[in-house]
Each structure stands twice: as structure tokens, then as C-alpha cells.
């Protein structure tokens, strides 16, 4: 069975990738599974544009017990967005490093069903910082709060 985090964490990814950018929609956002590739996002190149890669998840102390079966956990987990700013004045950069961060963060909050035994996702912050080559890199972190089987 997968776990609660696990399908809260795929079920972000799977929303996110359904979106479409209003600012050049033929490129849409995509998730890099794989550790290796996820230097593309820090490295400022193009082919990391809107790719995301989720950082391994933080435990916080165990909220609740609820019988010795199941206990309510908290997880923080960072998602970490490129964004290109080939070819863009820095407004249209800057306003790209807002815009498209934000909409990834309102998919979470708009969300109002989330898979069994997940309480809730909430957005906790958005932060967005530049690569060495004078790109973007956002860090969007939100809370995964769920029902874990001991």
C-alpha cells in the first residue's frame, strides 16, 4: 500500500503537471523523478524551465495517536521550480518567478479532495532565488498532514 504522504506528494505532482502556464502555454510544467536530472533546475539551463523535483520530505513530531494503530504525522516537503529568463527583460523575468510559483501553490489550496487517509496540504511559503547563471529557482514548501498504519 502507498503511503499517505507518498500519494499526497504524487497527486501535487500530477496536478501540476496538468496546468498550463498563461504565459507561453506549450510549455507546461513537468516533474524530474530522477535525482540526476534534477541539476538542470540549479544549473539556469533551459531544459530545467519548469521542471520541478520534490526534495526528500521532513517528519515534524507525531501529532495525534488514535488507538495504537494509527498516528497522525506532519510532513514539510519542498518543491523546487526552474524558471527560465532566456530572452526575457527582467519585468517579464521577475513577473514569471511570481506568476508561475503562485499558480503551482493555488493548485495545492485549490484542491479540496486528496487521497485517503491525507488530512489536508496547505501551502506554507513560497521563495524564489537565482541560479549562477542569473535564472530563477522557486522553493515552494507545504505541510502534508496524514494518517499513518504503525
Not at 95 to 108: D, G, H, K, S, Y
Request: with cysteine; hydrophobic share 40%.
Amino acid at each position: 500500500m502507498t503511503s499517505p504522504l507518498i500519494a499526497a506528494m504524487q497527486q501535487v505532482a500530477d496536478d501540476w503537471e496538468a496546468l498550463t502556464p498563461p504565459t507561453a502555454p506549450e510549455r507546461t510544467f513537468y516533474h524530474l523523478d530522477e535525482e540526476k536530472n534534477a541539476s538542470r533546475i540549479d544549473s539556469g539551463s533551459t531544459s530545467g524551465d519548469r521542471a520541478f523535483v520534490f526534495e526528500d520530505p521532513v517528519r515534524e513530531e507525531p501529532e495525534m495517536e488514535n488507538g495504537a494503530d494509527n498516528t497522525l504525522l506532519e510532513w514539510l516537503v519542498i518543491a523546487r521550480l526552474g524558471i527560465s529568463s532566456a530572452g526575457l527583460t527582467y519585468w517579464a523575468a521577475l513577473q514569471r518567478a511570481v506568476n508561475e510559483p503562485n499558480l503551482l501553490a493555488r493548485a495545492i489550496e485549490r484542491r479540496s479532495q486528496w487521497p485517503a487517509q491525507v488530512a489536508s496540504v496547505v501551502t506554507e511559503g513560497i521563495e524564489v532565488g537565482r541560479t549562477e547563471a542569473g535564472d530563477r529557482v522557486a522553493e515552494i514548501t507545504f505541510r502534508v498532514t496524514c494518517w499513518e498504519d504503525d
